[in-house]
């Protein structure tokens, strides 16, 4: 494949990055020093913790992400290290849905107490949108590999 032909795919990872980059230094800091209702400020705490943990595996997935990006670029897109990108994506986002699911309750508590209950649906968000990518990379790792097993016995039967 011609070098540099999925360049508008990591240039989009590469901006995918940037708002969560800039929540996490700018937005999740002015919620945790200036609370809008001081009184449940201390349940604000573990969200925002939360949030700034689910950031490490956000990242790592769009670090494999763009290394498949690479690996398609130097024509190992049908090899296992494509596979295992596919499956660190895979964990990463189980991972967020994992942490978004323990913050729940205390997005509970924050909506019960300022009678939002919207805000629990605004929490739910996350964990659908990373269990959906983890599905679709599950499906993709698992047809990659059925993929190479495939091509593997046709070059053993040459």
């Not at 360049?7 to 230094?25: D, Q």
Request: glycine letters at 4%.
């Amino acid at each position: 494949m011609k070098q540099g032909s999925t360049l508008f795919l990591k240039i989009a990872v590469l901006f995918i990055g940037i708002p969560v980059l800039a929540l996490c230094l700018f937005g999740l800091v002015q919620l945790a020093n200036n609370p809008v209702n001081p009184d449940y400020a201390h349940l604000l705490y573990p969200i925002v913790i939360g949030m700034y943990v689910s950031a490490i595996p956000f990242y790592m997935a769009l670090y494999w992400a763009f290394r498949l990006l690479i690996y398609i670029d130097k024509n190992k897109a049908f090899s296992q290290i494509s596979v295992k990108a596919l499956k660190n994506i895979k964990n990463c986002a189980i991972t967020i849905s994992s942490l978004y699911v323990v913050i729940i309750p205390f997005v509970y508590l924050v909506a019960e107490k300022d009678d939002a209950p919207g805000l629990i649906i605004f929490g739910m968000v996350p964990i659908f949108a990373s269990m959906v990518i983890a599905v679709f990379a599950a499906v993709l790792q698992r047809l990659l590999q059925e993929a190479i097993d495939i091509k593997s016995e046709n070059d053993l039967t040459v």
